[in-house]
């Protein structure tokens, strides 16, 4: 499988950035792997990294909706102030907890590619890999 470029963790938990990234890596699905403990870090490494068209600006988000200082649902709006996020395609998927309807309704009105239940598993990252990549993980 062709990895993609780069890809941003967003999650304010340490130990499921730890056991994400450890399950991106075992996979082989990204060249480069950002992570941001909040929204506002994300948004920091985004205007470092995609500033202009390079390979270190990620082409996957995965994006918790709880966290403190800035939220998922912080993060979104803010996201869609900035210069750049109009001219590139960087495909947001948010990871959440609640399956409740009414936060699925909610979720469903966002600007984002998907939403995954946590936690990640090898299954989900290969759907979000077919659906919004062409591509899948190689068969063990």
């Known amino acids: 499988m062709q990895k ?8 304010d938990d340490q130990t499921t950035n730890y056991l994400n990234q450890l399950l991106l890596k075992r996979l082989a699905v990204t060249e480069k792997l950002l ?5 506002q870090e994300a948004l920091d ?5 995609c500033h202009t068209a390079t390979p ?7 994006l918790d909706v709880k966290m403190p200082i800035m939220n998922g649902f912080e993060f ?12 590139q395609t960087i495909v947001i998927v948010m990871l959440t907890t609640s399956l409740h ?20 598993t090898e299954e989900k990252i290969d759907s979000i890999l077919r659906k919004h990549f062409a591509r899948q993980l190689p068969k063990a």
């Open 35 to 39: 992570i941001a403990n909040n929204g």
């Open 76 to 87: 979104l709006e803010a996201y869609a102030q900035l210069p750049f996020a109009q001219g």
């Open 45 to 49: 490494l985004l205007q470092q990294h």
């Open 56 to 62: 270190d600006c990620p082409v996957l988000i995965l």
């Open 4 to 11: 993609l470029t780069c890809a941003l963790l967003v999650d």
């Open 101 to 120: 309807p009414q936060d699925v309704q909610r979720l469903e009105h966002l600007n984002i590619s998907d939403f995954v239940n946590k936690p990640l």
